[in-house]
């Protein structure tokens, strides 16, 4: 099994599109920046995946940079590696 | 279930959640089963009349005149509903016969338009929509209430289970949550488990961990003020905290929460965020389903595991409301 990609603390951008990656991850967080706050690893999902993703991380986004209202307030999504490039 | 919101405001709203439900269970729990149990032969067709003969046909209720009486009667007979599906769900578990339903099955690309459930739309003015869900959720009772009987008519489920099963999912409600917030207010290292591997520290409560991926657990502090969002669906973990609150699955919620959090919780909750105070929102999946751990109040040293669990409200668990100070 591969190792993840990303730690705790890096900072990363979510692709606009990606080919056959988890279909999960919110429109809103599409090609915006974010840091990893948490990584789990491959999660194991049979209920609702076939094959299991890449690993699992949450990353953080402020509200400014997803909605363009300023402000301290973040929203934190969980989304896996395939989407994730570093920023 | 309606005691949880004594003040009905928002008709449309209530209407809306009912319908997103109702079509939520239809077509991902309930429909799906069935077809699965007829094409595998687990249960005959003979064995759905027969029990549907068993049930007899459901009384009628009067329609309550008074249009806030007719909403709370249909959540209650959609909370019936989901009960009664969660009751003969859980008494069945046969290993190679998962359910397949349209999501699933697009990701892992079996995906075939001929076995859709279309999402059904309910149209008109209010009443004309109430009529509508009073009409489906009552032929969605029918159907969960004949395949129940069926599956006890085929042998593969007991009556005893069942009621064991029923019992122990009434029992679901938010409690489960206030005794994990209970524990970890009075327990600093039973927190930091908690914060770290979610489910596994729940089994020191002796609480079911579940099987609904994992969970995340957003602490407040005097610094944050969390709340939880599924904006994909509506992921919880159900099977830990009950249902969340009927205002989790609307559209208004989920787009607005992401995009502007503090005004939303203002304007939705009447919940003043303190400025000093940042609001983190935590969007739900299937893989990661997130709970609030409120911060305990003041007012409360020297209480008892027992008497504080007793103070934590569903409402606090998703991060739409505080805890108040008891007296």
Not at chain 2, 21 to 33: S, T
Not at chain 2, 102 to 109: I, L, M, S, V
């Amino acid at each position: 099994m591969s190792a993840d990609r990303f730690t705790v603390g890096d900072r990363v951008r979510v692709l606009a599109t990606v080919q056959d990656g988890n279909p999960r991850t919110p429109r809103y967080v599409r090609d915006k920046r974010g840091v990893i706050t948490a990584r789990y690893g491959v999660v194991v999902n049979p209920l609702d995946h076939h094959e299991p993703y890449p690993p699992l991380y949450t990353v953080e986004f402020r509200v400014e940079e997803l909605s363009g209202v300023p402000g301290p307030d973040l929203v934190t999504a969980d989304l896996h590696e395939e989407w994730l490039e570093p920023a | 279930m309606s005691g949880d919101h004594p003040h009905m405001q928002d008709f449309e709203g209530h209407v809306e959640a009912v319908a997103s439900d109702l079509e939520y269970f239809r077509r991902k729990r309930i429909e799906p089963r069935v077809l699965l149990y007829l094409r595998r032969g687990i249960i005959g067709w003979g064995d759905l009349f027969g029990g549907h003969d068993e049930i007899g046909s459901a009384d009628e209720p009067e329609p309550q005149a008074d249009l806030e009486l007719r909403i709370r009667a249909l959540e209650d007979s959609l909370d019936e509903l989901i009960l009664a599906s969660a009751t003969v769900t859980a008494g069945v578990r046969l290993a190679d016969h998962t359910v397949a339903i349209d999501d699933n099955r697009t990701e892992r690309g079996d995906y075939n338009p001929e076995f859709r459930l279309p999402t059904r739309s309910y149209e008109g003015d209010i009443e004309t929509r109430i009529g509508l869900l009073e009409k489906a959720i009552t032929d969605a009772r029918h159907l969960v209430a004949a395949f129940t009987r069926a599956l006890v008519l085929a042998g593969q489920v007991t009556e005893e289970d069942l009621a064991a099963n029923r019992s122990r999912l009434s029992e679901l409600g938010h409690r489960n949550g206030a005794r994990i917030v209970a524990r970890a207010w009075v327990d600093p290292e039973f927190k930091q488990r908690l914060l770290e591997t979610g489910r596994e520290a729940v089994r020191e409560l002796d609480i079911p961990p579940g099987r609904l991926g994992r969970l995340g657990v957003a602490e407040n502090t005097e610094d944050a003020h969390n709340i939880v969002v599924c904006t994909l669906c509506s992921c919880y973990p159900h099977d830990l905290l009950g249902n969340p609150p009927w205002w989790y699955r609307t559209d208004e919620y989920k787009t607005r929460i992401v995009t502007e959090p503090r005004e939303t919780i203002r304007d939705m909750f009447g919940l003043e965020i303190d400025p000093d105070r940042k609001v983190v929102v935590h969007d739900s999946t299937s893989d990661v389903r997130w709970m609030v751990l409120p911060r305990r109040p003041d007012g409360t040293e020297g209480m008892s595991e027992e008497e504080l669990a007793e103070l934590v409200t569903a409402e606090s668990l998703v991060g739409s409301a505080e805890i108040a100070s008891p007296g």
